[in-house]
């Protein structure tokens, strides 16, 4: 009698108990948290006994579903031989192996990984070591950073200076670093007939102006590449990072990509940058990498960064450290992604399943409440016009209620609609999900 008491109070447990993420506690006074005991594949079950579609992925974490066998197994496996083990003076097989898998897939233009945990500590890693990079190189001017607008980069100091998402920036802005922000390549924001590639060029030319001032100043400039995903899933032309790439050279200003959210296959390919043809001087993962199972964060940078700091003495080396850095678990997770990855041609299933995914979305195409419908690979968005809001703020929290009423879980971003799933849902779970946000999406404009 007492365990089931105690498992249907785990609502008001946690309330009690927990502070939960990026949420107004006192909104669950009217929105019932809900508690998930236990997920398979693209499913949850919460403690009533529903089943919900997992469509955003567990916050862009999972990809190929929950107690997923392979994954389940490799932890297993890791778990028999060595949890954890600090990475300062040691190191082990599940760590080296992942770091040789990931300069590989860059061609090895990228490699000498550097581990935390979580996305927003892979974006400092990359600041510091930007910075400290160019005071190895007698250059201590060059150590601001430029940031797009409508960009976002995670949530500790530094990366969220370089973060323009005024709701996770306006409690904390006097604490700070002052950066520079360039307009976004965003293609909604076309004029006149304008294509995507039209509105990337017209942003790179603003970009170059503020370059060309401040490039004495400026170590790194930083980009989501091709969907600012917090930035309710702004997508742009990949002509924006082929001719940002050339900027970078040309005014000697490190390029960050942060594919935390894009990377991992995302976007159609493995890493977003590659649909441009460049590479990055810093390129972060996180998110993916591990499946959705373990907290993990990547930095990759050039052969060159990484030999500025090869040095005698240990103030010249890169004074950051994690506790749980490379933990051999979470790479063992990492590493069996990658192999689902390699023997299942999850790239090219993808394809089809963007397909699925356009197809389930269609009625979003000709709906004339929405506007800029949009998708990138195995991201697909749209915006509702908020000429037919009832109230644009309470939207995404009415929306985000109604979607799970109808089975599926999404997470709208102010007016904009998304959908993220995880690379196993089959052609109906597809159909289902497209047509469980119409459902809903008609409820709240009702």
């Not at 920036?169 to 307009?183: C, I, K, N």
Request: net charge negative; with cysteine; charged share 20%.
């Amino acid at each position: 009698m007492s365990s089931n008491l105690n498992q249907m109070n785990w609502v008001s447990r946690s309330l009690s108990a927990v502070w939960h993420p990026c949420t107004q506690m006192k909104q669950h006074e009217s929105l019932p948290l809900i508690a998930i005991t236990k997920g398979k594949g693209a499913w949850l079950y919460d403690d009533q006994g529903r089943v919900i579609l997992d469509g955003i992925s567990s916050w862009w974490t999972n990809l190929f579903g929950h107690a997923n066998p392979r994954i389940n197994q490799a932890i297993c496996e890791q778990l028999e031989k060595i949890e954890h083990v600090m990475l300062a003076g040691f190191t082990h097989p599940p760590v080296v192996q992942l770091s040789e898998k990931l300069s590989a897939l860059t061609q090895g233009n990228l490699g000498h990984a550097f581990y935390a945990s979580d996305g927003a500590s892979a974006v400092e890693i990359a600041l510091k070591m930007s910075h400290h990079y160019w005071r190895h190189q007698n250059k201590p001017a060059k150590k601001k950073f430029v940031c797009l607008h409508n960009g976002y980069h995670g949530e500790t100091l530094g990366a969220l200076a370089v973060t323009d998402v005024a709701i996770f920036r306006e409690a904390y802005g006097s604490l700070l670093q002052e950066v520079l922000t360039a307009p976004s390549p965003d293609a909604r924001l076309a004029q006149d007939g304008e294509t995507a590639e039209d509105v990337a060029k017209r942003a790179a030319t603003d970009l170059e102006t503020i370059l060309s001032k401040e490039h004495q100043n400026i170590a790194a400039i930083i980009v989501e590449p091709l969907i600012q995903c917090a930035g309710q899933m702004a997508m742009y032309s990949p002509a924006y990072l082929r001719q940002l790439r050339v900027l970078c050279d040309r005014y000697e200003i490190h390029l960050i990509a942060d594919e935390i959210a894009v990377g991992c296959g995302r976007t159609g390919k493995f890493f977003a940058c590659e649909h441009a043809g460049i590479w990055p001087d810093f390129l972060t993962l996180s998110k993916g990498i591990s499946g959705g199972y373990l907290p993990l964060s990547i930095c990759l940078t050039t052969d060159t960064i990484y030999r500025a700091f090869y040095q005698d003495q240990t103030k010249h080396g890169f004074l950051h450290s994690h506790s749980y850095t490379g933990n051999p678990l979470a790479c063992a997770a990492a590493l069996a992604c990658l192999e689902i990855f390699e023997t299942d041609n999850v790239l090219e299933k993808n394809i089809e399943r963007s397909k699925d995914l356009a197809n389930a979305f269609a009625w979003a195409k000709i709906d004339p409440r929405i506007e800029h419908w949009r998708q990138q690979g195995m991201i697909l968005a749209f915006d509702v016009r908020t000429g037919y809001l009832k109230n644009p703020n309470t939207f995404p929290r009415e929306m985000f209620s109604a979607s799970l009423q109808e089975g599926v879980l999404i997470r709208p971003i102010g007016n904009t609609i998304y959908v993220m799933p995880p690379y196993v849902l089959s052609t109906n779970e597809t159909i289902e999900l497209g047509q469980a946000v119409q459902r809903a999406l008609e409820q709240v404009l009702a």
